[in-house]
């Protein structure tokens, strides 16, 4: 296995822990929890019938981009600190910073996703190579949404796009389409999920349940 | 502190601009062969004219597993030709591997067949479970290294595919490690392989491959000497064209063809075309060869003529022919049937995935699955070629 394996089974490691401490963790304490992701991170690495779980979840998922892994890792350490972190905490779940980081992956899963089944001869997710025909474009847009982000506050979008960015200097990982640090389609989904979710709430006069985020 | 952070965003997307707004260099097709073929037609003695026809016929593969299919093939520096394929009990199954033989050209035997690419050991040398192995592609690079890129599968049916390679530097004796492409935005699933890859003039990859989950249609991946995907164009668009095989006529023309599996009763291979070393192609449209939805193979004869391996009839793969154009597949000719069976109620003849293949003596192969449980090989020289054209 090389290095770009020992990456992309560490990114399917941190999403089998957050899906545990989501599945676990209004049963047990900030403590227990913090225990039970670091039992998370070594049953991992436990061999099964040849291969890692990591290795079976990232059979599935491939690479997760850099945003998956920031809001993962998020997820993970705040819900461990739980309270001592209050005032990340409130951060986090805040509505004003979740409803432009979700439509941002929602918007940019529709423009990506549907045409990636080749419903026509336009490919979006050839404008993620550097230097392709009209690939400018795609650089230009997630400047657009940095610009929003920074005369509107939208710190939380922000640093997923800047540090997706960041990745795609530094080749994390072993694509070089841009595309590939900034989204995913679990990312995408799960945003897509959020919005209906709000839009339900509005339509039948339910109570938004912001504090939820995950 | 809204200020830092301004200067931060510009400082993070100017060179982030300036990378994407600089268009990669132009690309030209390599019409030079690899040393190997190169040096061996240039005294082949095959050119001569008293050389006598000789077309010959034999399986590549020994009938060790229940099913074998998809084959392909690629010159060796000792002259000889090595050939890949996946064999099991069945399409799909647990127990197919992707098999190996070397070609003894002097006496044109078939040896040293054996298991190259095992399912559990691929799975574990890639840190993913798979659940298949499937077709195999071969070529030899600037380098003359031989890499094999290869289909598996760890969940789902073939749409589900992603593509992986290994690299040999010395003709197929060992193996780099495997090495997994990123293709595509979707859990990198649905890129599948048929159509050898050609280099380009700078040494890097021209791999045709085609995608096949809810559309099918053929794409055309733009790999480094390292083989990074450097870029991806699609050939086509829609639901039937899959399979592309790229041939070059100079360094900016190419015509590609592709397998049609809209299933019409008149289906027939679709082309497309490109004068700008594929920086754009044409409309992909019919062209006049028959087609029942299976692969084709073919190349560019030194004439400029091209040969094609197909199967010449709008339904069924009971025909497998040879097929000659020398107005760049404006017209074609029927060289030669290289199968021809009848079907009956009881038995459903099937010769498809042709690979051909010219080796060092400049002698043609044919390659290609033999009602699914052979590998057959057909052999024949430029005399017979020769022969066969004004015969025709």
Known sequence: MDLWTDIGLFLATVLWVAMLVKLTRRWFQNSVLTGLVVLAFIAAMVPFNGLVIGSYVFSVTSYLSISTLLLLVAFIVLSCAGARCEQLLGYWHCRRQWRPTVMFFAISGLLLYPLAGGLTMFDPYRLGFAGSPGSILLPLYLMGWAIVCLLRGWYLLLLLIASAVLCFYLKILPSLNLWDYVL???????????????????VFKFQYLNKQVF | MRLALFFFVVL??????????????????????????????????????????AYREQFASSGVTREAHSAVQVRLSNGNMRAFWYGGTREGAKDVSIYTAELDLAVNEWRDERVLIERHDMSEQLGIYLRKIGNPVSMRDSQDRIWLFFVTVSFGGWACSSINFIVSDDDGQSWSEPTRLMTSPILNLSTLVKGEPFL???????????HEMAGKFGELLHLSREGKVLDKQRLTSGRSSLQPIVLPSDEDSALVYMRNASGAADSTLFETSTNDAGRTWSTATLSELPNPNAA?????????????????????????????????????????????????PDIEYRFAYPALSQSADGEFHVLYTWNKTRIKHVRFNQQWLRERMESS
Not at chain 2, 200 to 210: A, C, E, L, R, T
Not at chain 2, 301 to 327: A, K, P, Y
């Open chain 1, 184 to 202: 995913d389609p679990l990312v995408v989904i799960y945003s897509l999920l959020m919005l209906l979710k709000a839009l339900f709430c509005k």
């Open chain 2, 12 to 53: 993070i997307f100017i060179p982030l601009l300036l990378q994407f707004s600089t268009p990669t260099p132009a690309l030209a097709f390599s019409l030079e062969r690899d040393a190997v073929l190169e040096s061996a037609l240039s005294d082949a003695p095959d050119s001569a004219s008293s050389v006598q026809a």
């Open chain 2, 200 to 210: 380009y003039q700078d040494g890097s990859i021209g791999f045709p491959v085609y």
């Open chain 2, 296 to 344: 084709v193979s073919g190349l560019r004869l030194t004439s400029g003529g091209l040969l094609l391996v197909s199967n010449n009839q709008h339904d069924n793969r009971n025909n497998l022919s040879l097929m000659f154009s020398d107005n760049d597949g404006q017209t074609w000719q029927l060289l030669h049937e290289l199968e021809q069976e009848d079907n009956t």
